[in-house]
């Protein structure tokens, strides 16, 4: 009996380099894992979609091994194609059984082209914003006094699907709660924690933000401020922009350092995964290393710390909810049950089980920017799954999953609304703890 081969060994040779120094040179070793057996390819959203073996990612994998040996050359338009159509959700991840860093070859791979080949020029000029505090502080200011005027809404009604699904996803971005309680003192006191603002949560879900801390609060958890933090990077890296990643990460470990905080939390899924990355993203950088492995190790879900409260039960909340997993939240930070925890903390909530909730919306960062055609078709199935729920709330615990299944939903007509879970929890301490009116 002739033994196995690997097939992504079988061209080229295995010690010859085409890209010698380039990031996806140094991730080399993380593509000798994969023995393309082929579990990961019914997780994969735009394999099930677009049904091509290249939109796998064992058929990605194997377009990176045939551009590092040189058998594919970094110009060949269709294999950018299909490496730009992979939507970076890791739920390859989650099935192999190998363990193929899938995520980190992704960004490196991009990286490594993004030096030959730079991205289009709106997507350079977003990510450059995001890069710049004060600029992306004006432009979501502007963005939240658009939303105000509810012309947003009114416009997506006629404009073609590529410019009115991002209104949309602009006008899914308001808030659907507003509670107003004094949260009480805890029963316990618990540790510390510095929020992780970000960029998109910061200016345009101020209000979920603003639930975060109150939660946290009737849990007995203590906020320390972070002054001089920035965006995290998570978009820049899954561009392939790493040097943009690392600036914003080695400021951020700075600004959380200074806190002293026993946690850093974050209440988007991305971003999250993204604190958690730093140590691999530093690992070469020996002045920053050892700093950015500390700082991935104090990063938590705002859902773990909840649940690992607890957490405190609400009031209330009479409502229809259906769940939908983050693929950063449950692919690259494997957390699955704390978000289901904090739902179960509200009484009378009914929650419906989301066929394919382990499967991508769609949203990816700025990949429903770069590739719309195939972001809508991956979040078709996704929306006819809510549906066939019934549920008066979709919970998602990520800005981009929040606004591409918000806009969806609205584009659809669809009465239910997308919302993060701190939010529902939060609405339900209303309901428990809000002041009684003062009799006369």
């Not at 994969?44 to 194997?62: F, I």
């Not at 604190?275 to 950088?285: K, P």
């Not at 983050?326 to 692919?331: E, I, M, T, V």
């Amino acid at each position: 009996m002739t033994a196995a081969v690997n097939p992504a060994t079988l061209h080229g040779s295995p010690n010859h380099c085409a890209l010698p120094d380039s990031p996806l040179a140094h991730a080399r070793e993380g593509l000798d894992k994969c023995v393309h057996c082929g579990f990961c390819l019914q997780a994969c959203p735009t394999y099930v979609t677009l049904d091509d073996e290249n939109d796998s990612p064992r058929g990605r994998l194997l377009i990176m091994r045939s551009l590092l040996e040189g058998t594919i050359a970094t110009s060949d338009e269709k294999a950018r194609q299909h490496l730009d159509q992979c939507l970076g959700c890791r739920a390859c991840e989650t099935a192999c059984p190998s363990g193929v860093p899938y995520g980190h070859l992704l960004e490196a791979t991009r990286a490594t082209l993004t030096e030959r080949h730079p991205l289009p020029w709106y997507a350079r000029v977003l990510l450059g914003v995001f890069r710049h505090r004060r600029l992306l502080g004006i432009a979501l200011a502007l963005s939240r006094i658009f939303r105000w005027t509810k012309i947003p809404s009114l416009l997506a009604r006629v404009l073609p699907n590529r410019l009115g699904f991002p209104l949309d996803m602009l006008a899914s971005t308001a808030p659907r709660f507003r509670p107003e309680y004094e949260a009480p003192e805890p029963s316990a006191a618990r540790e510390s924690y510095a929020l992780l603002e970000g960029c998109v949560m910061r200016g345009l879900y101020a209000h979920t933000h603003a639930a975060t801390r109150r939660t946290l609060a009737v849990n007995g958890y203590h906020e320390v401020g972070a002054a001089g933090q920035e965006c995290c990077g998570a978009l820049h890296a899954h561009a392939g922009n790493l040097d943009a990643a690392r600036d914003l990460a080695r400021r951020n470990i700075a600004a959380f350092e200074r806190t002293g905080a026993d946690h850093v939390v974050s209440n988007a899924a991305g971003c999250g995964a993204m604190l958690r990355e730093y140590g691999h993203l530093l690992a070469d950088d020996p002045a920053w290393a050892a700093r950015a492995a500390a700082l991935s190790a104090r990063a938590r879900d705002v859902s773990e710390l909840l649940a690992a409260a607890g957490p405190v039960e609400g009031g209330a909340l009479p409502l229809s909810v259906t769940y939908d997993a983050p693929c950063h939240l449950l692919h690259a930070q494997r957390i699955s049950a704390p978000p289901l925890k904090v739902l179960a903390a509200i009484p009378a909530l009914r929650l419906a089980p989301l066929t394919e909730a382990e499967y991508c919306c769609g949203a990816a960062g700025i990949y429903n920017l770069l590739e719309p055609a195939v972001s809508d078709a991956v979040l078709r199935p996704k929306l006819g799954h809510i549906a066939t729920t019934g549920a008066d709330f979709v919970a998602t615990g990520n800005p981009g999953c929040l606004m591409q299944i918000g806009a969806g939903l609205r584009r659809t007509g669809s009465r239910a609304l997308a919302v993060h879970p701190v939010e529902l929890l939060d609405a339900s301490y209303a309901a428990r703890f809000r002041s009684p009116p003062a009799s006369d």
